[in-house]
DNA sequence: TATGATTGTAAAGTAAACTTTACATTTTAT
DNA sequence: ATAAAATGTAAAGTTTACTTTACAATCATA
């Protein structure tokens, strides 16, 4: 896949704002704390689904929280 | 992650809406046809950035292309 | 009928997402 | 200051997305 484009995203910021702790945010989405910390980081690129459950998790569209550059 | 959970798709229906076959949509996201097949079959759970390739190719939002069940 | 374009299927190999565990560091509240 | 909660880092193992190649089947058009 086109490694010149990267998917970003704010899931820490939004996450922060609402006062939900990675851990309790990986319970929402049925994932581990470690999958959210490497997905916050930029350091994978998470599956579709993970991402439509963050973005129902933090009740965001899609597109208010990841993005291409 | 959730078995129970799976991510569908309306990319096959908006993509024949739309005049594009399936190698053009491959090419428009640098992807394989392999791939567009897979996910439009269901057959796995695309990246966050592929499915979002996929939509701006396609003009449409997430939600509208993809979805839980 | 024939030819090209599109789609379906399959299989082997690679890359990366995700899990699990463990421990260290920082932050927050008492 | 101290304890608890939250976050950071790391590493090994498993699962699955994704690539590549190849060939068969269907459909549209000349």
Redo the contacts with the bound molecule.
Sequence with gaps: ???EIVLKNKI?EI??SKN???????KLV??????I?????G?????????LLICIALDCKFEEIFWLE
Tied chains: 1, 2.
């Design positions: 896949m086109n490694k820490k996450r922060s939900i702790s990675q851990e309790s945010l990986a049925a994932t581990t704390r470690q999958t910390i490497a997905i916050e980081k350091q994978f690129n998470p599956s579709a689904k993970l991402a």
